[in-house]
């Protein structure tokens, strides 16, 4: 049964043999010229026509009041944790199947994680499980949500749209508000992915994007901060260039800073980047729909795009029926050259977060048994 797949793969990228790697970036646009164009006018650092440029493309594309272009995806959500309000000793509602970045922004405030499940549907934070959560464990106090059993603030909430699958962000906000919990939406993998015709990191106070060389689109490594509201935007911009008050030569600094900045070398490749994205999401959906059309009435279940939502298939995935049949499927398919990964290990079950409640996380223990991403790359059809 693998090794009809591991045909139908080799078949979609015109590759009989030789490894085929999960997803590699590609350059098919003006971005040579770009990077040219960017060399020879010297400006290659953290200033210059690209960096505005990307950040003025990005705003429009997704449908932002303001896009802050940052080093990676990462340190765009520290910063939207800051801007949300974070602070040492609070605690931040997230989802426990999320690549270590999610967590590891949430721990440089100072914070601590807790764990709300996945929806089997749409791989990210079940808005049904939020509101239990919220009704069960959180009290409002002095416009505050507290955590009943620890008596922490919960400062934030950061659900992440898994594989660029939207998750129910409109009702995950809508809870949220109810207890003056901002939102702090990781769509790191969410570039191009759309959720009632609304780009993803639009919905929340804050949202992120990643380009990171396994992404989409990529800058190399890159971020990119999305947000409504103009002040914050503006604070976005302040806290990311280290804090400084602009002056022709003073130095003056009024918060602690971040050294952030996105290069104009890495907004140039993002301009050209960006330019490519239709395509890349034309020849993704394509993909998808092979593989879906595949898995039909296959004993493999291949994941698709959520209700309400057109997604960008950053990743595509399967399900297998169990870890067993999974680990098999992943020996199998790596020993053929076909690059297939399991999903990350639970956040839960990491040592750092000894010690951090949660309650139950069935679902995200099934799909992180089960699930498989499947060669995904833009690749196709060149
Ligand atoms: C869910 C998620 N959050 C955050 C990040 C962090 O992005 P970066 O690698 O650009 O720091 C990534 C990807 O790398 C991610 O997949």
């Avoid at 934030?156 to 409109?170: N, S, Y």
Wanted: hydrophobic share 40%; net charge negative.
């Amino acid at each position: 049964m693998f090794d009809q797949i591991i045909a139908f793969i080799r078949k979609q990228y015109q590759q009989k043999e030789g490894r085929i790697f999960l997803h590699e970036p590609r350059f098919i646009g003006n971005e040579k010229e770009y990077l040219m164009e960017c060399i020879d006018s010297t400006f290659v650092s953290s200033v210059g026509k690209f960096v505005d440029q990307f950040e003025e493309k990005m705003a429009e594309y997704t449908g932002c009041k303001k896009a802050i272009a940052v080093s990676n995806g990462t340190s765009a959500l520290h910063i939207g944790l800051l801007l949300a309000g974070v602070e040492r000793g609070d605690l931040v509602i997230t989802q426990p199947l999320s690549f270590i970045a999610t967590c590891n922004a949430i721990s440089y405030t100072g914070a601590d994680p807790i764990f709300v499940d996945v929806d089997e549907n749409t791989l990210s934070l079940s808005a049904i499980e939020l509101a239990k959560f919220l009704e069960n464990e959180v009290t409002i106090k002095e416009g505050k949500a507290i955590h009943r059993t620890t008596q922490r603030a919960i400062r934030a909430c950061v659900p992440m749209h898994t594989f660029g699958h939207p998750g129910e962000i409109d009702l995950i906000v809508e809870l949220c508000e109810k207890y003056h919990i901002p939102v702090v939406e990781d769509a790191a993998e969410g570039m191009g992915s759309f959720y009632k015709e609304k780009h993803l990191g639009t919905f929340g106070k804050i949202g992120t994007l990643s380009f990171n060389g396994n992404k989409i689109i990529t800058t190399g490594g890159g971020g990119m901060i999305l947000t409504d509201d103009e002040e914050l935007g503006k604070k976005a911009k302040h806290l990311t260039t280290q804090a400084k008050i602009p002056h022709r030569w003073e130095f003056r600094h009024d918060h602690i800073g971040y050294n952030y900045r996105l290069p104009n070398i890495n907004s140039a490749l993002g301009c050209a980047q960006l330019e490519v994205l239709p395509t890349y999401l034309e020849r993704k959906r394509k993909l998808a729909k092979a593989y879906e059309n595949f898995f039909t009435d296959h004993p493999i279940q291949f994941v698709k795009e959520p209700a309400n939502s057109t997604a960008n298939y950053w990743l595509n995935a399967v399900m297998l029926k169990d870890r067993a049949e999974r680990d098999e499927f992943l020996a199998h398919m790596n020993d053929h050259g076909i690059m297939v990964r399991p999903v990350w290990d639970l956040l839960n079950d990491l040592n750092l977060f000894d010690g951090i409640e949660f309650g139950d996380l069935a679902t995200a223990k099934n799909i992180a048994d089960r699930l498989v991403n499947l060669p995904s790359s833009v690749t196709l059809n060149e």
